[in-house]
């Protein structure tokens, strides 16, 4: 009888043990050019007041101003501050001790994308163009492996993302920029291909982030992609076009993304209580009025050529960049002061950990983990 016992204990330890090493996912979301003073601070008083940016202050200032830095983040991204952050971690707090940048000598987006999706830093990608990147992302990595085949995916608004994951050469699923979707994906597929060749957008080279987070969505219920990224592209475009109103909307619509997003993994089988959600942006902005709609470091503007007389110490503070983060794979630690800068080239480490992966067997030039926010 001790002995049947002592089985049936091993086995469901054997069984347990497995179950907590279950394959993981990992859904990654990006927020282009989110200042972290909007993420920790809310709206900005000096600019929410500026007439240069905003055409109603005061219709402006009933959805968005208040009081303390607290009410301000409720009213703008309630559920990253008030959900994610607390019940998971964030990072990038600067007033506070806690600090992340890019490594990245640029500051802008293509540099930030190709390292938050290698781990790696390139100088040599030191433009937006279209390019097709020399490097490998963790998408591409991953795919080789046979457990991951078919199974990572990436949609963006920015019609740049076929060339940053390379897809003539890594045959990783992206759908960025003004493509449709496969109309039998979902039932709702063709009107909306309709309506986004119908409802023209502002920008010419990015689509309003609506369509990409609901292709997105569709696309991980019907395929069930183990890594599956989401950049949502609006918040930096109004940014550079100096409207600060249509910033801030487009982060609160961003942050209703975010939570719809987190409550269909929790829902869904397969995603539900296995699936970790991560949270960043690829550059910051300016910090003041006279450059909050701008990113480029001083090596940037000079080599480049794209205004080092109006600004020759660069765009000051566009390195700095936030993160947040919440799952299985993640500690419940809230903010996390920084002993260290943290950099982005440590989130494609952090993706794959979350993933169950050792990062230096899929590529050890990438940098660390963040190990402060893993389990």
Same mark, same amino acid.
């Given at each position: 009888m001790k002995t049947i016992i002592k089985v049936i204990l091993f086995s469901l330890s054997v069984l347990a043990s497995n179950f907590a090493t279950a394959a993981q996912n990992v859904v990654l979301v990006t927020l282009d050019g989110v200042r972290w003073q909007e993420v920790f601070n809310g709206a900005d008083n000096s600019l929410i007041n500026n007439t240069d940016f905003v055409k109603k202050p005061e219709q402006l200032k009933? =959805?968005?101003?208040?009081?303390?830095?607290?009410?301000? =983040?409720?009213?703008?991204?309630?559920?990253?501050?008030?959900?994610?952050?607390?019940? #998971?971690?964030?990072?990038?707090?600067?007033?506070?001790?806690?600090?992340?940048?890019?490594?990245?000598?640029?500051?802008?987006? &293509?540099? #930030?994308?190709?390292? /938050?999706?290698?781990?790696?830093?390139d100088e040599n990608i030191n433009s937006n163009n279209k390019v097709l990147n020399p490097n490998k992302t963790i998408l591409e990595r991953l795919d080789k492996l046979p457990e991951f085949k078919g199974s990572t995916a990436l949609f963006g608004s920015w019609d740049v993302f076929p060339y940053i994951v390379n897809t003539k050469r890594s045959n990783v699923y992206v759908n960025a920029g003004f493509m449709s979707i496969e109309e039998n994906l979902f039932t709702d597929a063709p009107l909306l291909n309709a309506l986004q060749n119908e409802i023209p957008s502002p920008w010419y080279n990015v689509r309003l982030d609506s369509f990409t987070y609901r292709f997105a969505k569709a696309y991980m219920l019907a395929k069930k992609p183990k890594l599956l990224v989401i950049s949502l592209g609006e918040t930096d475009d109004f940014a550079h076009d100096g409207h600060y109103d249509q910033y801030?909307?487009?982060?609160? =619509?961003?942050?209703?993304?975010?939570k719809d997003l987190w409550a269909t993994i929790q829902t869904t089988a397969g995603y539900k209580n296995n699936t970790t959600l991560i949270i960043t942006t690829d550059h910051g902005r300016g910090n003041n009025a006279n450059?909050?709609?701008?990113?480029?470091?001083?090596?940037?503007?000079?080599?480049?050529?794209?205004?080092?007389?109006? &600004?020759?110490?660069? /765009?000051? #503070?566009?390195?700095?960049?936030?993160?947040?983060?919440?799952?299985?794979?993640?500690?419940?630690? #809230?903010?996390?002061?920084?002993?260290?800068?943290?950099? =982005?080239?440590?989130?494609?480490?952090?993706?794959?950990?979350?993933?169950?992966?050792?990062?230096?067997?899929?590529?050890?030039?990438?940098?660390?983990?963040?190990?402060?926010?893993l389990k």
């Open positions: 009933t =959805q968005f101003w208040a009081k303390t830095a607290n009410e301000r =983040q409720q009213l703008l991204m309630p559920f990253l501050t008030q959900v994610v952050a607390k019940q #998971g971690v964030i990072i990038g707090d600067r007033t506070n001790g806690s600090n992340i940048s890019v490594s990245n000598p640029w500051y802008f987006s &293509y540099p #930030g994308y190709n390292e /938050i999706l290698t781990g790696e830093v801030l909307k487009s982060a609160r =619509q961003s942050d209703a993304f975010i450059d909050w709609q701008h990113h480029s470091s001083k090596r940037a503007l000079a080599e480049l050529e794209l205004g080092e007389n109006t &600004y020759p110490e660069g /765009i000051v #503070g566009s390195e700095h960049i936030w993160l947040a983060a919440i799952g299985p794979a993640i500690k419940g630690r #809230g903010l996390i002061k920084t002993k260290n800068e943290l950099k =982005q080239a440590q989130i494609a480490a952090t993706v794959l950990k979350a993933l169950g992966q050792n990062p230096n067997e899929i590529n050890s030039n990438m940098a660390p983990a963040i190990s402060e926010i």
